[in-house]
């Protein structure tokens, strides 16, 4: 069996305070991409994990996707299996690619062997693995408030528009990235101020993460001021980075001269229904 798990994108990000378990409370909208992963399995006789693309080191248990298999594994009788992982959604980019991975896992495994999980049951496992996990049970865009775990479907108008993703070669630790950030509660809610008009957005809708970022990584913020310069309505960093992305009117076709290797680039008009 296959799936291909799809990126996301934060449009606007706020830090509203920090709890008292250590975790940050925020607000957010988790729009989805088709920047995606390739994700199988075949049943066997000895348990396995491979991968491709983009290099994936570190322990295989400690892996987003395996962690989901043992997480099944625990409540259900599953068959041993081989899994293979064709990386293409990159690391420390702010693009939630092991959580879809994690996700697509959950719920290609409730497909393949008829577990009859609801969806409801499907967002709790997902949210054991990882705070943003249970927006890929779903993957529509979403208001997502408390640690990215409580969702409102929202509708987001920006279909038929483009979107150009940009990754520059450097990677954000998240956890360095809220350790630069000052909470702080938005006087008007995002699922609100994405009901203006997009090109109301570049005033209005902010990523609270962009300025300790930018000064630790400000080729990051080049890339943004780029996106711009080319025409871009709005263009953000999504989450904590390091990924930006713009969205046009129409792509400009100069794109992957500007950002050419090691720069990762992914461009698609968008589609949401």
Not at 71 to 97: R, T, Y
Not at 218 to 226: K, L, T
Not at 247 to 254: H, N
Request: hydrophobic content about 45%; overall charge neutral.
């Amino acid at each position: 069996m296959i799936t291909f798990p799809k990126a996301k994108i934060n449009l606007g990000l706020h830090i509203t305070e920090k709890r008292p378990d250590g975790f940050h409370n925020l607000e957010t909208v988790f729009f989805p991409v088709g920047w995606n992963d390739a994700l199988e399995f075949a049943e066997a006789d000895v348990f396995g994990f491979t991968s491709s693309g983009i290099l994936i080191s570190g322990d295989p248990e400690a892996n987003l996707v395996v962690k989901a298999y043992r997480l099944l594994q625990n409540d259900f009788e599953l068959p041993i299996l081989k899994i293979h992982l064709h990386k293409q959604i990159p690391f420390g980019a702010g693009l939630g690619g092991g959580s879809s991975d994690a996700a697509f896992m959950l719920k290609m495994l409730n497909e393949t062997y008829h577990l009859k999980i609801s969806e409801e049951k499907l967002l709790n496992y997902a949210a054991a693995l990882g705070s943003d996990c249970p927006f890929f049970i779903r993957n529509k865009p979403v208001y997502a408030t408390g640690r990215g775990e409580i969702m409102q479907p929202l509708e987001v108008r920006l279909n038929g528009m483009f979107i150009l993703l940009v990754k520059p070669p450097v990677e954000v630790s998240t956890a360095k990235a809220y350790q630069l950030i000052e909470p702080q509660m938005p006087k008007v809610s995002l699922a609100k101020l994405l009901q203006l008009p997009i090109v109301n957005w570049k005033e209005n809708v902010v990523n609270q993460f962009e300025p300790p970022v930018f000064k630790q990584y400000p080729e990051i913020e080049a890339v943004r001021n780029q996106l711009y310069e080319m025409g871009a309505i709005y263009a953000s960093m999504s989450g904590s980075g390091s990924c930006v992305f713009g969205l046009f009117s129409k792509i400009p076709t100069s794109y992957k001269e500007l950002f050419p290797a090691p720069f990762l680039t992914f461009s698609q008009k968008i589609q949401i229904f």
